[in-house]
């Protein structure tokens, strides 16, 4: 192997699980191939991430240039706090933007975690760096048009973005937050949050303005659904692989997620071979998903994944640990 990507294997994935000083200097051929199969995996899931945070970034700016700004409607949650306050003070969007956000990247930082509290900081900022320099087509001037379509493309933003380990938006992360502290779901503190929105729309804009604006959030909503696949607010994920040990112990000690763990048998067909194996079973949100798919393609590129909605959980790991992505 090049000395140089011996030193980059050390230093990035080995250094993070050295036990003692002469494993750290002096390898095994076998822990420099794993560390160089870790490394392609990080580096490539990083690589999607990034591509997936840039094309949300553009689309939810082309949503809020060519569609919603110049017809004065909103959306929900962050963005459409942003285009309220924009609408009434006619302050660059792009700078309130960042403002509104300032919170939510503090209240990530506190609830999810480090990293991910970093992505959505570069994904707001490149959404406001893009809305202050890019300059979109004004599309139409139909309201209906506007509303929808401006709306489609903002939750198609918002989704990739998602999608990339960040969001554009900070609502979901209040939500998340709330929802632990008020015992209830994060559906319904969204739902709240925009009540409030679009009813002061109503009241400082017009009646008409803030149903237009209505539509164009539904608009955004099930186009973000579709984007993220459909995925719930938790994915229950249930893992056969013959590393369940490995497996179990990264969900407990790198995601910090409860892991249930039964007795079962693998086999293929009527006729194939069966064998007893642990099977393991966690629930994470939608936000994680994508980071605990990408560890356990790092253990075993084999195991059996199926991942099934939840719409809510109560207990457990999941409300009383922060989420780390």
Not at 25 to 54: F, H, N
Not at 185 to 204: H, K, Q, W
């Amino acid at each position: 192997m090049n000395s140089l990507w011996k030193k980059i294997i050390i230093r990035t994935v080995l250094n993070k699980k050295r036990k003692n000083d002469n494993e750290y200097t002096s390898p095994s051929v076998y822990r420099l191939a794993k560390g160089l199969w870790e490394l392609r995996i990080s580096v490539r899931e990083y690589l999607k991430d990034a591509v997936l945070v840039i094309l949300g970034i553009f689309s939810a700016a082309f949503g809020f240039k060519g569609f919603l700004l110049s017809n004065h409607f909103i959306d929900g949650g962050a963005t459409g706090i942003s285009l309220l306050i924009s609408a009434l003070t006619h302050i660059p969007l792009y700078l309130l933007i960042l403002i509104v956000n300032i919170p939510f990247i503090f209240l990530a930082y506190k609830v999810i975690g480090k990293s991910f509290a970093l992505k959505t900081a570069l994904a707001i900022s490149g959404l406001a760096l893009v809305v202050g320099t890019v300059t979109f087509p004004d599309v139409t001037k139909d309201n209906l048009l506007v509303a929808l379509f401006g709306g489609a493309f903002l939750g198609a933003g918002i989704g990739l973005s998602v999608r990339g380990g960040a969001v554009i938006d900070g609502t979901e992360v209040l939500a998340i937050y709330l929802s632990r502290k008020l015992g209830t779901t994060m559906g319904d503190i969204i739902i709240l949050i925009n009540v409030i929105i679009f009813s002061t729309a109503a009241y400082f804009l017009s009646i008409e303005i803030a149903l237009y604006s209505m539509i164009a959030y539904m608009a955004a909503s099930k186009t973000l659904d579709f984007v993220i696949e459909g995925i719930e607010e938790y994915t229950g994920v249930t893992i056969v692989s013959s590393k369940n040990i490995e497996i179990r112990e990264m969900i407990s000690d790198k995601m910090r997620r409860g892991v249930t763990v039964y007795s079962g048998r693998s086999g293929f067909g009527k006729t194939g071979a069966t064998k007893n194996t642990d099977i393991v079973y966690s629930v994470v949100t939608r936000l994680e998903l994508s980071k605990l798919k990408t560890e356990i393609e790092k253990i075993d590129p084999n195991a059996f994944v199926v991942m099934s909605s939840v719409k809510d959980t109560r207990g457990g790991m999941i409300k009383k640990r922060p989420l780390e992505h």
